[in-house]
């Protein structure tokens, strides 16, 4: 009568068939990894994949291979899971972890493993949609907005079909997936709840993901606060971070000397290139020089980008004065590499352009850049960009402010014009259990995401479920470059 075991064993495995195979597309495989920084340190790792779908909606079509490394905690009695997540969109978390955020991300081991998440389309992820186009504006006219959008239009749109040719799913790649797909890694990972660092985009990320999956989520650390609604600029912002530059040169006995109205200077050299564009020679490696002529928007471009970091922003008074003395030469090179650098990564268009902006906030920043230095450069090519790509729009819902009594920690720079320190104000309404830091005199990058060892140290006392009090934290002091004499001389 042995029949009897075997059969009902048989029969059960029938009947857990789509449940074992379910569990088999969620399996994640680890190996050993060796992380290695680009400053030469090292640390045995693991480097896991996992299958995830293209829609999560669809379980059981097509997948896509999700990369992540796994940096063993040293707590003895460790706590959930930390998720890294970097910005972008298109960062690399596999790169990311090689820079000076890898001090960060060592010291977060003390409260349990920390996963780097290469999110979809980034990285050793895959499929990886880097465009192999270039921009390729034309170099002997003055930049456009009109002009330079349409050409973008065009490159993108032969960007977009042909990598649809090649059976990608662009609409995929939306943060509402992306999010999924951190849910999908916590269930491989077979754990309750996970802790998350999200950086820039890294944190619209992860204020997705609290609010599909909050009771997933133990606690969040969000730096560089990019809310719902918060994917496209608001031109006041960089209009006030040339006020505090402003400031700033005033103060500074030395530069200003040679700068003592930098506000006036900017507007000053606006003003003269919209009228009269300049066109300047630079030396080529493999032939003639090459001319490149430098109109408003051009300069406005390069403006806006020095703006968020602040080891640019430190040049500005001295590239503008350079310009005051007929030196094109810098921004020159600027506005060459601009026009012709690639058009980067698919996945990076596709998730903004589906997060888009609500109509509130598309017509103020419509007021705004009528009245601002920098126009609307800050959000060159969107929204219009995606007249190419055809992103699915997530709509209202994923635009509302999130609510959550998840604990999170919001850490803001002082002088970061991408994710200002409002935006985290404005999160926070919806966070009851959150904290608010800033970090003085930090732009939007490592300064204010990992270089401060307070900050790491507050970091790890959060993730403990300490107390962590909203002093603000002192950064590196905020030192103007000093001009050149122009020629050389």
């Keep these: 009568m042995t029949y009897r075991p075997v059969l009902t064993w048989w029969l059960f495995l029938v009947a857990l068939g789509p449940w074992v195979g379910n569990v088999a597309a969620r ?23 996992l299958r995830v779908p293209w829609r999560h909606e669809r379980p059981e079509g097509p997948t896509i291979e ?15 899971p930390l998720v890294h997540l970097v910005g972008g969109p298109g960062g690399a978390g596999s790169v990311s972890a090689r820079t000076a955020r ?29 465009c192999r ?32 040719d090649e059976a990608v799913d662009l609409d995929a790649f939306t943060t509402i997936e992306n999010a999924d ?24 990320l992860a204020l997705s993901f609290i609010r599909r999956h909050e009771k997933s989520v133990h606690r969040a650390i969000l730096a560089g606060v990019e809310g719902p609604d918060h994917t496209l600029k608001l031109p006041s912002t960089a209009e006030r971070q040339l006020a505090t530059l402003d400031r700033l040169t005033k103060e500074d006995a030395e530069l200003r000397r040679f700068v003592p109205d930098f506000l006036g200077l900017v507007r000053g050299t606006l003003a003269r290139l919209e009228g009269e564009p300049v066109m300047v020679k630079l030396p080529s490696a493999t ?23 602040t080891n640019t922003a430190r ?23 601009l026009r012709g650098e690639s058009v980067g990564s698919a996945m990076s268009f596709m998730m903004d352009c589906a997060s888009g902006a609500s109509p509130e906030r598309l017509a103020h920043i419509h007021r705004e850049a009528a009245e601002c230095l920098l126009g609307d450069a800050a959000n060159f090519p969107f929204p219009a960009i995606n007249a190419a790509w055809e992103a699915p729009d997530l709509g209202t819902a994923f635009r509302a402010p999130v609510e959550s009594t ?71 002091p905020f030192k103007f470059a000093l001009p050149q004499p122009v020629g050389g001389k």
């Design 27 to 49: 399996a994640i495989q680890f190996e050993p990894y060796v992380l290695r920084t680009f400053d030469g340190q090292q640390v045995e790792a693991e480097l896991g994949r």
């Design 66 to 80: 999700l990369a992540v490394i796994r940096l063993k905690g040293t707590a003895a009695t460790p706590g959930p």
């Design 102 to 130: 890898f001090h960060a991300l060592n010291e977060l081991r003390e409260v349990g493993d920390v996963i780097v998440l290469d999110q979809r389309g980034t990285g050793l992820s895959r499929p990886n949609p880097v």
């Design 133 to 164: 186009e270039r921009w390729d504006f034309p170099l002997d006219r003055p930049g456009d907005e009109r002009a330079m959008l349409e050409h973008a239009i065009g490159v993108c749109r032969v960007a977009g079909q042909r990598l649809r």
């Design 181 to 204: 797909d951190i849910e999908s890694l916590r269930k491989a990972l077979g754990v309750e709840k996970i802790n998350l660092w999200g950086t820039s985009y890294g944190t619209h």
């Design 287 to 309: 032939g003639p020089p090459v001319a490149v002529t430098i109109g408003k928007f051009d300069l406005q471009l390069v403006t806006v980008n020095a703006l968020g970091r």
């Design 315 to 337: 040049m500005l008074p001295a590239m503008y004065y350079a310009l005051s003395q007929g030196d094109f030469t810098a921004v020159g090179r600027q506005v060459q590499q």
């Design 406 to 476: 998840v604990p999170v920690l919001l850490v803001s720079g002082s002088l970061d014009s991408r994710t200002p320190p409002a935006n985290a104000e404005e999160v926070r309404r919806g966070l009851p259990n959150s904290v608010h830091l800033m970090v003085e005199g930090a732009g939007h990058g490592e300064d204010l995401f990992s270089a401060s060892a307070e900050l790491r140290r507050r970091m790890v006392d959060f993730l403990r479920g300490q107390s962590v009090p909203e002093v603000p934290i002192a950064g590196e």
